[in-house]
């Protein structure tokens, strides 16, 4: 179990020294044990603020994080277990709308157990206040980013948590929406932490506490420092780390692209970002860690999304992702680069299941739709739809050791009802080069070429 700081001891940890300033919360009066009349409420709410020095069971304000200024949301578990009533909903409302208008980021410090029973369906209502305010800071063009205290249960969870942007944990948090007195007997406590939550894909990381300042302050400076040019500039293209010297037929650049020595996706990271942090997961389930890198990182000064393949096949909570990944960047107003490098989409009885179709199409609508500049590079292979999903149109650049097909040539092959042996002549015909994409119109250029193809 993580440790359980109040809120204020927390918001210390969190925020650098001297810089919170809490905000004026609006006054409610409710009458006598509250909007129910719930005999003994108003004796439990002077327990607990004797108990805990508060009068809510959150705290707000703002501050600097490592020197970005947000506005702080921070959760007082002591008070009713951080329960969401009225007066709660005040006072998430009042910071919003704050945020808003001073154009910061919001940041929830998350330990609640859920919404207040003493308030009966009142409490439960202000989930939606919570999630309208939510909703308009997004259409704000303003990044919310949550972290996941211990614990986080319930409504608290559903809205402020994993309706945030980003959301990072704490280890050995307990993270569910069910806290652990409303569960099924035989549940497995496992499924209910942090862990678990980064491993199904619904949170992005788990972050030690120690860690937690300088992480939380590279997340705002990233996704607080958008371009000030309008319209968005694209991101660069990057610089080719493999060979040089273009292939002479199809089947050459097909054994380049496969080629195990080839530069992948994580070097191309590295060399293109100074500074770099991952979004892990795809909201509904998923994860696609081997075969999809996402997230956000630091390009000559500026912040650039990326989505990366790595030279595996694909999988459906990879394309969901990265769809997740280019919403966040058009709605922030953050360009995106992509890197292409797939034999295909998977295509195993499991990837069916977990609906390869969709999440291809969402992968495609959300390039197509991206405000915000997207800039493409393939740098291996580029199988099909697969690896088209991600490709921007006219803004695709290849590398030379790089192909990509409408399919694999060995399958065009058997589609073609051709031998095996045919594969090689078939990549010929199928023009899948790297020049012969440029002359097609397909890319805009190769990347580092120093020399023509050879003759033949």
Known sequence: ??????????????????????????ARDSG?????????????????????????????????????????????????????GERTGDRLEAAYTHAREQRLPVVPLVATGGSRMQEGMLALTQLQRVARQSALTREAGLAQIAVLRDPTTGGGWATLGAGADVVLA???????????????????PAAYTAEAQVAAGSADAVVPVAELRE???????????????????????????????????????????????????QAYLDAYFTHRAAIGGDRCGGTDPDGMLCGFGAHEGRTVAYAAQTGAATRPAGYRTAARLIRLADRLGIPVLTLVDTPGAANDAEAERQGAGAAIAEAFAAVAAA??????????????????????????????????????????????????????????????????LVELGVVRGVVGATAPPPPG
């Open 1 to 26: 179990m993580a440790e359980r700081l109040s809120a204020r001891a927390f918001l210390a940890l969190v925020a650098d020294d001297s810089t919170f300033a809490e905000l004026p919360y609006p």
């Open 32 to 84: 006598p044990d509250g909007p129910l009349a719930w005999e003994g409420y108003d004796a439990s709410r002077a327990r607990a603020a004797e108990r805990t020095g508060e009068q809510e069971s959150v705290v707000c304000g703002t501050a600097s994080v490592a020197g970005t200024r947000a506005v702080l949301i921070a959760f007082e578990f002591g008070f009713l277990g951080g329960s969401l």
């Open 170 to 188: 704490l280890p050995g948090a307990q993270v569910g929406f069910a806290g652990s007195r409303v569960r099924p007997p035989d549940a497995d």
């Open 215 to 265: 992480t939380l302050g590279m997340w705002l400076r990233l996704l607080t420092s958008p371009a000030s040019e309008a319209p968005v500039p694209a991101a660069p293209v990057p610089t080719a780390l493999g060979t040089g010297d273009l292939p002479g037929s199809g089947w050459e650049a097909v054994r380049r692209a496969r080629s195990p020595r080839r530069p992948r996706a």
């Open 371 to 436: 405000r915000t500049p997207v800039t493409t590079l393939v740098i291996g292979e580029g199988g099909s739809g697969g690896a088209l999903a991600l490709a921007a149109q006219g803004s695709t650049w290849a590398t030379p050791d790089s192909y990509f097909s409408v399919i694999a040539p060995e399958m065009a092959a058997a589609i073609l009802k051709r031998p095996p042996t045919r594969a090689e002549s078939t990549a010929d015909q199928l023009r899948i080069r790297p020049q012969d």
